[in-house]
């Protein structure tokens, strides 16, 4: 299984960027994906998740309402948009593919599979 993120960049506060991830090597649509990211000198933390089938989300309480995971089976791809984004919302960002069918998770260890990351940076 093979993860590839991008959409990354630089960006000023309040201003919008998506991530992508697209996915390979597994019946992508049998999955809930998720979105964690991880900030200098901080641990990773969950960001966004979302269901196999018909797309529940699931946030991290200071994202919501400012970012939206969504996915596109026919397209094995999963994003991130993010808007009003924050200078704290600097990090580099992860998706990842969870380890088991029809779970769905919040919690980074439960996740088998991961993509390299792609750095956003949110300036004042």
């Known amino acids: 299984v093979q993860l590839q ?3 990354g ?6 201003g919008s960027l998506r991530l992508s991830c697209a996915a390979s090597g597994r019946t992508f649509r049998n999955y809930a994906m998720g979105w964690f990211r991880q900030a200098p000198g901080k641990e990773r933390e969950f960001v966004a998740t979302i ?3 018909d797309g529940s989300a699931n946030y991290a309480d200071f994202v ?10 026919a397209k094995n791809t999963v994003y991130l948009q993010m ?10 960002y992860y998706c990842a593919s969870e380890g ?5 998770s919040r919690h980074d260890e439960d996740y088998e599979y991961w993509g390299q990351g792609t750095l956003v940076t949110v300036s004042q």
């Open 9 to 14: 960049g630089l960006v000023q506060a309040g």
């Open 83 to 92: 808007n009003s984004l924050k200078p704290e919302d600097t990090a580099v």
């Open 51 to 53: 269901s196999w089938g």
């Open 100 to 104: 088991r069918r029809f779970r769905w």
């Open 5 to 7: 993120a991008s959409g």
């Open 64 to 73: 919501k309402g400012r970012f939206t995971i969504s996915r596109n089976n």
